[in-house]
């Protein structure tokens, strides 16, 4: 399965993250098939920059976004709010 998760790049205690496109079964820093952009939790407001057609693209292809990839994604406008989301926001 391909999945759209966070790749911890970054000093100690000071992450950054990318967004990368990887086999569910690869380690959390390990192989990747493509980078789709990238989160800094450090800045305020918390950074995202997204190449939004290579992640539409995957997510047409079947990639299953992690937890907080699809929040990232979400923020971005990318993934649709859930139903249930939709009605407490």
């Known amino acids: 399965?391909?999945?759209?998760?966070?790749?911890?790049?970054?000093?100690?205690?000071?992450?950054?993250?990318?967004?990368v496109?990887?086999?569910?079964e690869a380690k959390r820093d390990g192989a990747f098939l493509e980078t789709l952009g990238?989160?800094?939790?450090h800045a305020n407001p918390p950074a995202i920059?997204?190449?939004?057609?290579?992640?539409?693209?995957w997510l047409t292809r079947g990639a299953?976004?992690?937890e907080a990839a699809e929040k990232i994604l979400r923020k971005?406008?990318?993934?649709?709010?859930?139903?249930?989301?939709a009605k407490e926001a």
């Open 76 to 85: 971005a406008g990318i993934v649709p709010l859930a139903p249930a989301a």
């Open 64 to 66: 299953q976004p992690s």
């Open 49 to 57: 920059q997204l190449d939004e057609a290579k992640a539409r693209e």
């Open 38 to 41: 990238s989160y800094d939790p």
């Open 1 to 19: 399965m391909i999945r759209i998760r966070l790749r911890r790049v970054g000093k100690k205690r000071q992450p950054y993250y990318r967004l």
């Open 21 to 24: 496109v990887a086999q569910k």
